[in-house]
């Protein structure tokens, strides 16, 4: 400590101000919003699934990408995603010893595939699984729903960031 009894706030002050140089001098930087190599993408996924919402919504908010919908204009979009399976499963991985159930696991599973109109797959045939485990009781059935809920939405999170990752790494059509 120096005699003005300030050594320490400088020295933190020239460790964070020394910290962002080191990390960008390694190559650090923070995930920006994903560069598309496509204008626009059809999907047809319908407008009941919360996964194709909040997908649709994501794709929308880079302010870059037109999600179609209507099949009249598939031929004219630069990509289409089918997606070949959106299925959320609900399956019991613990019992007590009075035979009920203890605990659930969760899974999402979305299945889906890229392609240009002109048949070229950008993205063969890919599956993305969610799982998480819930602990589960009788007496706290309404808490139990609700939490299940939040873990679904949780999941559902996850796989559209997933899906829009995969959908960053296509460079050119």
């Given at each position: ?52 919402l ?27 995603l ?14 007590n ?9 969760l ?11 002109g048949?070229k797959?950008?993205i ?50």
């Amino acid at each position: 400590m120096g005699a003005d009894g300030n050594a320490l706030p400088r020295r933190a002050l020239l460790l964070a101000g020394g910290l962002p140089v080191l990390l960008t001098a390694c190559g650090f930087r923070l995930r920006g919003a994903p560069q598309l190599a496509f204008r626009t993408l059809f999907t047809s996924l319908p407008d009941t699934s919360a996964l194709g919402l909040e997908l649709k919504r994501t794709l929308r908010s880079l302010g870059t990408v037109e999600v179609v919908s209507d099949p009249a204009r598939q031929a004219s979009c630069d990509v289409i995603l089918d997606v070949l399976q959106e299925q959320r499963e609900r399956a019991i991985v613990g019992l007590n010893s009075a035979g009920q159930v203890r605990e659930v696991q969760l899974r999402l599973r979305l299945r889906f595939r890229l392609r240009t109109p002109g048949g070229k797959e950008l993205i063969a045939d890919t599956e993305i699984l969610q799982t998480r485990d819930m602990s589960f009781s009788e007496t706290l059935a309404l808490a139990k729903d609700a939490e299940e809920r939040l873990l679904y939405r949780d999941m559902q999170t996850d796989t559209v960031q997933q899906l829009m990752r995969r959908l960053a790494a296509v460079k050119s059509l």
